[in-house]
């Protein structure tokens, strides 16, 4: 069975401090993509990245960097130099191979204090 | 740039009364996707539809209904709400899932059910 596990409910940091947030997954399938969404306060739903499963390069994208390890079957997202804009609930997802669907973590609310 | 489009956005219903929840989308996507969301639970799916005619259940089906009579709207159908049908409802499409294309989703329908 596929699972995604964000342990983390809540995270509170203050503004230009650097974040992680975690994502755990289990699948049995060889091949596989892993994403992030972003849900600020507003509501809506923002993809932020796609991995699959067969590369494991780290990526960075101004600000935002992910950790993508199959060794510990995890997709880790890091926030450097935190902003209060980056305040949001971020949902960690996976989709395998043959399935048509999506499995969302519960989601990880990030607080960014000034 | 319309993308995903959901009607209404706001909606309170007494329990036993029959709603539709709208959701357009104009990218030409085969996949749509019916999500609810509640405080700690992420984002479940009610339903999805992967073309034109085709439906499917998802993970939280019980008390739904979903057509897709058009490729581009997908709707969702309460039929007798109830009080635990209160909730947030994302509607999303993807161009595929096989490819595993990202989700983009609308602005959700806050639902509340008295």
């Known amino acids: 069975a596929q699972k995604v596990t964000q342990a983390q409910t809540e995270i509170s940091v203050v503004e230009k401090e650097d974040v992680t947030l975690d994502c755990v997954y289990e699948t049995r399938d060889t091949t596989y993509y892993l994403f992030w969404y972003k849900q600020p306060p507003s509501g809506e739903l923002v993809f932020l990245i796609r991995r699959n499963s067969f590369d494991e390069q780290n990526e960075i994208s101004g600000r935002y960097s992910w950790n993508f390890q199959k060794s510990t079957s995890s997709f880790n997202f890091t926030i450097t130099a935190s902003q209060v804009v980056d305040s949001a609930v971020y949902f960690c997802?996976?989709?395998?191979?043959?399935?048509?669907?999506?499995?969302f973590g519960k989601g990880t609310r990030l607080h960014i204090l000034p | 740039n319309a993308g995903v489009t959901q009607t209404p956005k706001f909606r309170v219903l007494k329990t036993g009364q029959s709603m539709t929840l709208l959701c357009a989308q104009d990218m030409n996507h085969e996949y749509m996707y019916w999500y609810r969301q509640d405080p700690g639970m992420g984002l479940r799916l009610i339903h999805y539809s992967v073309g034109e005619g085709t439906t499917a259940k998802g993970e939280v089906p019980d008390g739904y209904n979903v057509s897709r009579l058009k490729k581009q709207n997908f709707l969702l159908g309460l039929e007798s709400a109830a009080p635990s049908q209160t909730s947030v409802y994302f509607c999303?499409?993807?161009?595929?899932?096989?490819?595993?294309?990202?989700?983009?989703f609308g602005d959700g329908t806050r639902l509340s059910i008295l």
């Open positions: 999303a499409s993807s161009y595929s899932i096989a490819a595993h294309e990202p989700q983009h």
């Open positions: 997802a996976l989709s395998t191979g043959g399935d048509d669907k999506i499995i």
